[in-house]
Nanobody, 119 residues
Framework: QVQLVESGGGSVQPGGSLRLSCAAS????????MSWYRQAPGKERERVAV???????FYPNSVKGRFTISRDNTKNTVTLQMNTLKPEDTAVYYC?????????????WGQGTQVSVSS
């Protein structure tokens, strides 16, 4: 059974930092691309960071330079360090594990963790 369990969400003032973690089980973690997505009320889910199985990372412009994704294949964990947080970063953040299965892309999701940025 695949499980992705996020932790580390909470409330912070603008300019503050939070560190999200995701612990994976039930998958060969090192083979998966790991991503963080977020979804704010009334908005579509968007990817904010991805790290490939080879360690390559990508960020959209909205978070580039503020967010850093990292992975530890020995502990089956992926972490999102979020700095200089803004109110528009408020959302539920989801951990995602993805892998190519032939012509399909297989996805697993965590349950989400709330991040709130306000003064």
């Amino acid at each position: 059974q695949v499980q992705l369990v996020e932790s580390g969400g909470g409330s912070v003032q603008p300019g503050g930092s939070l560190r999200l973690s995701c612990a994976a089980s039930g998958i060969i973690f090192s083979r998966y691309a790991m991503s963080w997505y977020r979804q704010a009320p009334g908005k579509e889910r968007e990817r904010v960071a991805v790290i490939s199985s080879g360690g390559h990372t990508f960020y959209p412009n909205s978070v580039k330079g503020r967010f850093t994704i990292s992975r530890d294949n020995t502990k089956n964990t992926v972490t999102l360090q979020m700095n200089t947080l803004k109110p528009e970063d408020t959302a539920v953040y989801y951990c995602n594990a993805g892998i190519s299965e032939g012509t399909d892309w297989l996805n697993y999701w965590g349950q989400g963790t709330q991040v709130s940025v306000s003064s």
